[in-house]
């Protein structure tokens, strides 16, 4: 068997790495640790060196009311009140969009916009104002019942050619 190492134009340094002694290992491992917590600590700094306002700091108290608000309410109302009819729940939940014609609702007593609405029949149209359609938002839970709001729909049907018949309130069940 030959020597390799003993050859003849055998470079003995051509297959060693450019760490030569035990002091260079030890350098190149410190400085692989040290040199990349000073680049995150650089990069920390300049993330959060910018003037930024702190959260809450503009209006304190009202972003401290917005974090501890509560998840849900509870709603007591008079169940034994008295029902509004369609004209009043008309002039004050649905008359800022069906006077003007806002988003496209269409205006009280306009027929012609009425009409389609109308042939669609009183349960797509009740259907319609308690879940919502297009840029109307759902009606349904809001400041009316949904009898109320039923009523409303009726108010605003006639008023634009149709012909139904005002909804009658259901008498309560008689306890056993």
Not at 71 to 79: F, K, L
Request: some cysteine.
């Amino acid at each position: 068997m030959s020597n390799h190492s003993n050859a003849p134009g055998h470079d003995d340094e051509a297959h060693t790495g450019p760490i030569k002694n035990p002091k260079q290992l030890l350098l190149a491992v410190f400085y692989s640790f040290v040199i990349p917590i000073f680049v995150i600590i650089g990069l920390v700094y300049y993330v959060t060196s910018a003037n930024k306002p702190q959260s809450g700091s503009v209006n304190l108290e009202q972003s401290v009311v917005a974090r501890i608000q509560k998840v849900g309410t509870v709603e007591i109302r008079d169940a034994n009140r008295e029902m509004k009819s369609g004209e009043a729940v008309y002039q004050a939940q649905c008359t800022a969009c069906h006077t003007s014609g806002a988003a496209g609702a269409p205006k009280l007593g306009d027929t012609a916009a009425w009409a389609a609405r109308i042939k669609t029949g009183y349960d797509a149209l009740l259907q319609s104002a308690l879940k919502g359609k297009g840029a109307m938002g759902a009606q349904a839970g809001g400041d009316f019942d949904d009898f109320e709001i039923a009523r409303a729909v009726v108010h605003m049907a006639n008023a634009g050619g149709a012909k139904f018949a005002e909804p009658v309130k259901a008498a309560p069940a008689a306890k056993p």
